[in-house]
């Protein structure tokens, strides 16, 4: 498995401003991924970081609003710009681990940056 | 289509065993999971049963596989108050995008 640690943990912010989330891992992994889990949701993927060009984005997120830097392979940020309260979620970072007898079956999750936007 | 669909609550007796089940559309999925989530924390990998297997067994956790019905299930023996969580299922169809269940809570009655 991966140690990964997100900061900050949680935050409260106004409206309009950015926040930029921290997602650090213990070892370094090819893939890592943003996801995002609004109140009483289930989890959806933002994107995928890669290292050394730009992130992938899943419909419905652009970059504009979730610029995603992956400097290494071992850190990756996500900004959530511009914030509205219909951002407030939970915002967690995975890995994705060679394992089994395929590679990249297992993915690991960050404990989450809970995001609150008044 | 990519849709994973879970009941949304169960409630059990502590020392009684939970089964928890999970329906899945794509049946291109090699893999599928499940995760665990407690109060205010991340997501936690319990399990995973590849796609040409039946069942796996893991301590008290059995996972079951019905790949002609797309019926995937989780068997915790012994439920115990700390397996008190939200526990989602999970299939990757393609790439390494995980598509989410919505989640079962599990909650364990004393």
């Known amino acids: 498995s991966a140690v990964i640690s997100q900061k900050p943990s949680r935050d409260i912010c106004q409206r309009g401003t950015s926040l930029t989330i921290q997602c650090q891992v213990d070892?370094?992994?090819?893939?890592m991924f943003w996801y995002r889990q609004q109140p009483g949701q289930s989890l959806t993927l933002i994107a995928t970081a890669n290292q050394g060009s730009e992130a992938t984005y899943e419909s419905g997120f652009v970059i504009d609003k979730f610029p995603i830097s992956r400097p290494n392979l071992t850190f990756s940020t996500l900004t959530v710009s511009n914030m509205s309260p219909e951002d407030s979620s939970i915002y967690l970072c995975?890995?994705?681990?060679?394992?089994?007898?395929?590679?990249?079956?297992?993915?690991?999750f960050g404990p989450g940056t809970r995001l609150t936007v008044l | 289509g990519e849709d994973v669909e879970q009941s949304l609550f169960l409630s059990v007796r502590e020392g009684d065993s939970s089964v928890i089940n999970c329906t899945y559309t794509d049946s291109s999925s090699t893999y599928l999971y499940w995760y665990k989530q407690e109060p205010g924390a991340g997501l936690q990998l319990l399990t995973y049963?590849?796609?040409?297997?039946d069942m796996k067994q893991d301590q008290r956790l059995t996972v079951l596989l019905n790949k002609k019905d797309k019926h995937l299930s989780l068997r915790i023996a012994d439920t115990q108050t700390g397996d008190s969580a939200i526990y989602f299922c999970a299939e990757i169809p393609r790439g390494y995008k995980l598509i989410f269940g919505s989640g079962t809570r599990l909650l364990v009655r004393p």
């Open positions: 070892s370094q992994v090819t893939m």
């Open positions: 995975s890995v994705a681990l060679a394992g089994g007898k395929s590679s990249y079956n297992e993915q690991f």
């Open positions: 049963i590849f796609s040409n297997m």
